[in-house]
């Protein structure tokens, strides 16, 4: 038996209203990934720049405590480039919703959520992943602390 598809003509079967309320998603989406995209590439310079000016300057507080002024900028820069995937997902995201509602066309419309499902998908790991780094140093202060005593 032949499976069919649930969309037969793979025409959009949604109200106007929830068409408009995609609409304005889709540019919510679009303004939030475009800010993202700023953000991003200030944190990238602020990265670089931070390496280059801290590093060549003779004597800083950070070079004191022995801590690289060049690594505390690369650190920088790879943040931005890890917040780089969750922004690019919420724009493609925005880009395929709003083909799909001027298109009517379901392949689109499953794009974009893909697409969203990558970037939320994204966000909940870096959140856990966040989550036991802090846990981790927050056990290994306190046996840093007891083992001070």
Do not use: R
Request: net charge neutral; hydrophobic share 55%; proline share 3%.
């Amino acid at each position: 038996m032949e499976q069919s598809s649930t969309f037969e003509n793979s025409t959009l079967p949604f109200s106007e209203e929830l068409k408009a309320y995609f609409k304005e998603i889709a540019k919510w989406a679009f303004f939030l990934s475009i800010i993202g995209f700023i953000g991003l590439g200030l944190t990238v310079l602020f990265g670089l720049f931070f390496s280059a000016f801290m590093g060549a300057m003779p004597s800083n507080s950070y070079s004191e405590i022995g801590i690289s002024p060049g690594i505390l900028g690369m650190i920088y820069v790879v943040i931005g480039m890890i917040y780089f995937f969750p922004v690019y997902y919420l724009f493609n995201f925005a880009k395929k919703l709003k083909s799909a509602l001027l298109s009517n066309n379901t392949e689109e419309l499953t794009a974009a959520f893909s697409n969203l499902k990558s970037h939320y998908k994204f966000v909940g790991i870096f959140t856990i992943v966040i989550i036991s780094l802090y846990l981790l140093i927050f056990i290994i202060a306190i046996f840093a602390g007891l083992s001070s005593i």
